[in-house]
């Protein structure tokens, strides 16, 4: 168990939707990171937030959006889904700011499919 | 072109076999992580080295960040071992896994 959660674990939606993912990093993580895993695509970095500011940012498409609150937990909204964002979602968190050099802990992931 | 080239894409041993994974990178990094993805999708990180080796186990990752390639070792490899391992750029650029499939 890593200690980091994602709800919900399987998500399935219409194209044009809306969906929110959620992450909470483990117990004393400040860094999450959001990735996403489709199939040709492998996994790609979306964004990387450190104790409620955005830190990093990767290529996170204009209609996915993250943030994260006070107590640590994360959220990435998708809007306007479209069949090609069908992917697992992975969160992962880190103790510091840096997390690039620090070793990152995953969640189970959320499997988003769009019908 | 992806920047982080792992080989092979597809890896059949025997159990008790020594596994060779290998990952390139074309642009200059102060890290590389080594993560191994089982079937059930879970994503664990392995290994996060800078320079020299680490060992865990039966498992062992070398850099050398001059010659821009990392390798991830197994020995005495086992069918629990069957997994997607991927290797990770400090940047966040990634591999495309290498899936190793251990036969009993």
């Known amino acids: 168990d890593s200690g980091v959660t994602q709800t919900p674990k ?3 939606t219409a194209t044009g939707q809306r969906v929110t993912l959620r ?4 117990s004393g993580d400040l860094s999450v990171y959001w990735y996403q895993q489709s199939l040709d695509q492998g996994l790609q970095f979306l964004i990387q ?14 209609r996915f959006s993250a943030q994260q609150f006070p107590d640590l937990h994360s959220e990435l909204n998708l809007s306007s889904l479209e069949l090609g964002d069908s992917a697992l979602y992975f969160c992962a968190s880190s103790v510091g ?7 990152q802990h995953f969640g189970d992931g959320t499997r988003l499919s769009i019908l | 072109k992806n920047e982080v080239e792992q080989s092979p894409q597809n890896l059949t041993a025997q159990e008790g076999e020594f596994i060779t994974i290998n990952c390139s990178y074309s642009v200059g990094i102060s890290a590389l992580h080594w993560l191994q993805q089982h079937p059930g ?7 996060m080295l800078s ?13 050398n960040i001059q010659e821009k390639h990392s390798s991830l070792h197994i020995t005495a490899s086992h069918p629990r071992d069957s997994a997607v391992y991927i290797c990770a750029a400090n940047d966040m ?3 495309a896994g290498t899936r190793l499939t251990v036969k009993p």
Do not use: M, W
């Not at chain 2, 999708?41 to 290994?47: A, Q, R």
């Not at chain 2, 320079?51 to 850099?63: E, Q």
């Open chain 1, 97 to 103: 700011q840096g997390g690039r050099n620090q070793p």
């Open chain 2, 41 to 47: 999708g879970g994503i664990v990180s392995l290994f």
């Open chain 1, 10 to 12: 399987h998500l399935i």
């Open chain 2, 51 to 63: 320079s020299g080796k680490k060992k865990h186990g039966r498992l062992i990752a070398t850099i």
């Open chain 1, 49 to 62: 937030y450190y104790n409620g500011e955005e830190r990093a940012k990767g290529n996170i498409l204009e």
């Open chain 2, 93 to 95: 650029r990634f591999g």
């Open chain 1, 23 to 26: 992450c909470s990093p483990r």
